[in-house]
């Protein structure tokens, strides 16, 4: 069975850094584009940034455009995100999974909480 463990989450102060990780136990990581999402509190999940299946290729919606970075470890089946500058409207959930398609069975994210 498919199981995503995301971690990394905590709280930081407005301009603050956090890297998350995702580590995916499945054995077609590799061959799955990826992507962080997250849910505010009151909204719905969004995806925020994707990365293709090997890593060479990323996009990000335009709230974290410039300050967060998507990165993959095929070998290690991980997914990460560097979230730099941060702000309190990036408090939110934050998840992994595949990009498109079925996507994987959730984790339980981890929580960011960006205090102003």
């Known amino acids: 069975q498919v199981q995503l463990v995301e971690s990394g989450g905590g709280l930081v102060q407005t301009g603050g850094s956090l890297r998350l990780s995702c580590r995916a136990w499945i054995d077609i990581f590799s061959m799955e584009k990826m992507a962080w999402y997250r849910r505010a509190p009151g909204k719905e999940r969004e995806v925020i940034a994707t990365i293709n299946s090997a890593g060479t290729r990323e996009f990000y919606k335009d709230p974290v455009k410039g300050r967060f970075t998507i990165e993959r470890d095929n070998f290690k089946r991980f997914v990460y995100l560097q979230m730099n500058d941060l702000k309190p409207e990036d408090t939110a959930t934050y998840f992994c999974?595949?990009?498109?398609?079925?996507?994987?069975?959730w984790g339980q994210g981890t929580q960011v909480t960006v205090s102003s």
């Open positions: 999974n595949k990009e498109d398609g079925m996507l994987w069975p």
